[in-house]
């Protein structure tokens, strides 16, 4: 979205020539004074004047803060050099493959999210009982879309530069007289690319589930060209919400940050797969009120030379939260994957009941896995455990499996689906 | 069947000159420690352990053929502690081993529950986990289940009675001699007398450091009275 909104201007890009930048320097250009000051001026500002506001302080923060480094904790393992030195192509000269959503006419319940712009099929578009609501820079809600927006305001600075992207962020809201409508018929999320030029492409995007509503998400995020997603979901009070997300390598790469806040007595289930890119970093922010129920399952086959890095925090205010964290990650051939998950458990947090559990198997010499449970207890009266490790191929059960008739590659497969079962 | 020739084990075994016929059954003993197991385990190509001489599988040589080549030409060898592998079913494996078609599961899988009822395995035994929270004679009961289930000619059975009670020698020792056929070899590694009477071996071999002694089940029987230093 930013490539339509300053276009020409960013970075002094020679008409008709190919320019590339890095993150580094898209980030340095939106955190300018200029920029800065240029916000005042947009279409929305006179018309939405809390976007303006909270855009604009995102700006100022994101040009104190700068981008993350190795030091913040979050990204201790993960390999920014690389990130930062990826080839971003100005977006000017680019043709955006439209048709590649055309499929979408012959489907049902199912939304593409691609950079800032939301596409929906026809049956999520209409106004209906009950049916979800979208607030997008087409269906504008004055007073609705303030109170969204005043919610972005994050810490973490990846995120930032996401949404100083992605000046207009869309909401979807799921009613709560919808009940179980969309947990029975599960709504497809599709973040794609509309190219395989190697541009970047931001959504910033907020999932509203309402009290009582139960929503299911069967999320598939497609990188053929860069891709920084921040979603941020609302669980209000007694929802629940299941994410089934499947990341797949196609030739990008993707920084994703998701923003779980869960209000008193809601349920969130993430179910994911990865399979890495060359640079994947998937984030999850977890804020628990009280009687939450939270549980995270991850199981990534890490494809040859690919990157994976993850943070999981989950923060515990309130009391009477449950929490289960386990997530499993194979790596093959030099490919690098890091967990780092953190629990902050506050002195009201009393009745806490968390489990943190990372497992790895690497599958070659040369590849690079690390893992670090942060667990930050401030009360006694909880429950508490992590486990993580980090493994070889056992020879012996490659033995066994091969005494049975499986080559090696059949037999590696099959040691690979089974942990990861 | 089975040839060895001037075959030995690097640090294990040297000397061995055996020949193991089609339609046999052969009941192999020897002293604690002597390397029974690693025989079993160098026959069937282990990587870890360093062979020199011959070994011949149905007239091919076996020295340069990788593990499952050797699998897939007949080769059965039965754990004496089988490996557990969480997250694989029981049937799951079979159906991978096996390579089964759509079509071929229904009929694999009723084999599989035939063979477990009779092992006096639970009903659920086709869901559990391989050699997942089973007992010493469950795991026993379930590599006879894979010996049978897949196109063995040759197998080979380490202490295949440890961890078994006496109805699981019964069962053992029926399935063993229904399976056994003019066209296929047993050879088992045990100390246990019943299992030696009950599956009747046409020989008993006795490994020694440098050699293999022979004979008929009187030999077993002359170990069992006066020990292994005796033959």
Known sequence: MYKQLFGAALLESSPGAENYFTLEQIADYVSTDSYIDGVDFNYWSSKLPQYNKTYKNNLIDLKAQGLPTSKSEQYNFANLRKLYNLEILDAPDVQYDMERFSYLADKYKTIVLNDSRLITTNDLGKKAPFNIQILDSIHVNKNRMSEYIQLLNQEENLSKLTYALTPFPNVIVFPSGSKDTFKKTPIDIKYLNSTEDPVLDCNTTIFDIQYNAKVQLNETVKTSAGQMNYSMYILRENAELTINRTSRDSGGWNIFDSVFICHPGSKLTVNFTNTGSQYTQENFYIKSSRKTEVSINGKNNIFRGNNYHQYVHQKSDDSDNYSSIDIKNVGKEFASTSFIGRYDVGALSVNFDGSMNNENLMLDKNVKMHTRPILDIHTKEIKCQHGCTVSNVNDEHMYYLQTKGLNKTQATDLLIESFLC | ?231
Not at chain 2, 5 to 11: S, V
Not at chain 2, 18 to 30: A, E, H, L, S
Not at chain 2, 173 to 181: A, P
Request: proline fraction near 3%; charge should be negative.
């Open chain 2, 1 to 231: 069947m089975l040839k060895l020739e001037n075959y030995a084990i690097k640090d294990v075994v040297e000397g061995i000159n055996v020949t193991f016929d089609k339609g046999r059954t052969y009941v192999i003993m020897g002293a604690n420690g002597v390397g029974k197991s690693t025989l079993l385990h160098s026959i069937m190509g282990k990587p870890s352990l360093e062979v020199t001489g011959s070994a011949k599988f149905l007239d091919q040589e076996l020295t340069e053929m990788e593990v499952d080549e050797r699998a897939n030409m007949g080769m059965f060898i039965g754990f004496q502690a089988p490996t557990s592998i969480p997250g694989l079913s029981n049937f799951q494996f079979i159906k991978q081993v096996k390579k089964l078609g759509v079509t071929e599961i229904k009929g694999n899988l009723d084999h599989f529950k035939d063979i477990s009822s009779k092992l006096k395995l639970p009903d659920d035994w086709d869901k559990r986990n391989l050699n997942t929270d089973a007992s010493g004679g469950e795991k026993k009961k379930n590599e006879l289940i894979q010996m049978l289930m897949m196109d063995t000619k040759l197998a080979m059975l380490d202490e295949p009675d440890s961890g078994l009670d006496v109805d699981g020698i019964k069962s053992l020792t029926t399935e063993l001699n229904d399976w056994r056929t003019n066209d296929n070899t047993l050879i088992v590694v045990t100390h246990y007398d019943k299992l030696i009477e009950g599956l009747n071996p046409d020989a008993i071999f006795v490994l020694k450091k440098d050699h293999m002694v022979g004979g008929d089940k009187t030999l077993a029987d002359k170990i069992f009275a006066e020990g292994f230093d005796s033959v």
